[in-house]
């Protein structure tokens, strides 16, 4: 706990509520050989709206996202990915050659075989911070990481313990959160007023930290955990916090930084503590920036807006079929105000792969 920060301009502040929810860019890390599947026989999320493949879809929530344009270039159209097309979780699976597509863990036709090959319980505005999910109503992690414990009693009555405890052991583990806790409960929605950015950076990854520990615990061994994106250079974090030319809101960005630091340190210790894990920061902040900043090197053309509507505030219930999509999806980074769009989460998760794919899974 420490200083209260004064806070920013609050005139935005109903809009950004909606903006601000989902997050951020992380995308994946893990690895890969292209024959890993041998030896990662499944993959397993949690997190936000970057892994979230339809979780969300049946919760009250606004937090959602199926429903057009959303999944415009997704075989067969809007699934609760928030995004044009595929998301992180599905092209890590398929570069890993384990599946094509993560599902959702709450999908109600899931199929027993689906759960083998694993699933994402990553939920749209979820974070790091408890009280996070409980602003949005979604899925917090601490109630992730309890499917986790019903999931692997699902597995163990399909294929038996030892089976289960293979996959299990060996299955990839991706957690992704933390952008909503600094972008809409920290600077939107002031709910942790009585923290300063410091004292808020601690909790998020004293937080994130003891997550870790807790799938570890349960079996979880080849464990990579994203960092916090340029946050402030989001297309709604430039127009709630940039002025008038839209720069990145460098509050956002520091808090991200100072987070980011924090939560790398932890991890790097759990590395050593914990037995026979692989305990792995993926760093996605210096990457993203580098597109957001530079993305004709990447083949972009636009990276301030998004391709839904005006590309400036549009996402989740804000983008929808009266805010149709531009007409080259492929010319932006970012596809609604908050989240990239496929063909940059496939640059994205190319070079996180290619980094950190050794650590991983060795």
């Not at 410091?198 to 994130?208: H, K, N, Q, V």
């Not at 960092?227 to 809101?249: F, H, L």
């Not at 990276?303 to 932006?332: D, M, R, Y």
């Amino acid at each position: 706990m420490g200083r209260p920060l004064s806070a920013p301009s609050s005139s935005l502040a109903p809009l950004l509520f909606l903006t601000a929810l989902l997050i951020s860019v992380a995308v994946s890390g893990a690895a890969a050989s292209r024959a890993t599947n041998a030896t990662v026989p499944a993959i397993l999320i949690f997190g936000d709206s970057i892994m979230d493949t339809g979780n969300n879809n049946n919760l009250a929530t606004i937090i959602k996202c199926n429903f057009q344009p959303y999944g415009v270039d997704f075989n067969g159209g809007p699934t609760g990915r928030f995004c044009d097309g595929k998301i992180p979780s599905d092209i890590i699976a398929e570069q890993l050659g384990i599946k094509g597509s993560v599902p959702p863990y709450l999908d109600p036709s899931l199929q027993p075989k689906d759960l083998l090959t694993g699933v994402t319980f990553a939920s749209g505005g979820a974070g790091f911070d408890p009280i996070t999910a409980k602003l949005v109503a979604v899925v917090s992690l601490s109630q992730q990481l309890q499917y986790f414990q019903e999931y692997i009693a699902k597995v163990k009555s399909i294929v038996g313990e030892e089976r289960a405890n293979f996959i299990i052991g060996n299955a990839l583990y991706l957690v992704v959160a933390g952008s909503d806790d600094i972008a809409n409960t920290y600077f939107t929605l002031r709910a942790r007023s009585n923290y300063d950015i410091p004292g808020y950076t601690d909790l998020m990854s004293d937080s994130a930290s003891n997550f870790v520990q807790e799938i570890y615990k349960l079996g979880a061994r080849k464990i990579g955990v994203f960092s916090a994106p340029p946050i402030g250079c989001v297309p709604s974090q430039r127009t709630a916090g940039g002025g008038p030319m839209r720069v990145c809101a460098d509050n956002s960005n520091q808090a991200a930084i100072l987070f980011n630091s924090k939560l790398k340190s932890k991890l790097d210790s759990l590395h050593q503590m914990l037995p026979n894990s692989r305990v792995v920061y993926i760093d996605v902040y210096s990457p993203l920036l580098q597109i957001i900043q530079t993305p004709t090197k990447y083949g972009f053309e636009i990276s301030e807006k998004g391709c839904c509507g005006t590309g400036a505030v549009e996402v989740a219930i804000l983008c929808n079929k009266f805010t149709p999509p531009c007409p080259n999806v492929n010319a932006h980074v970012f596809w609604d105000s908050y989240h990239p769009t496929e063909k940059t989460y496939r640059v994205l998760v190319t070079e996180l792969l290619d980094k950190y794919s050794r650590d991983l899974l060795g």
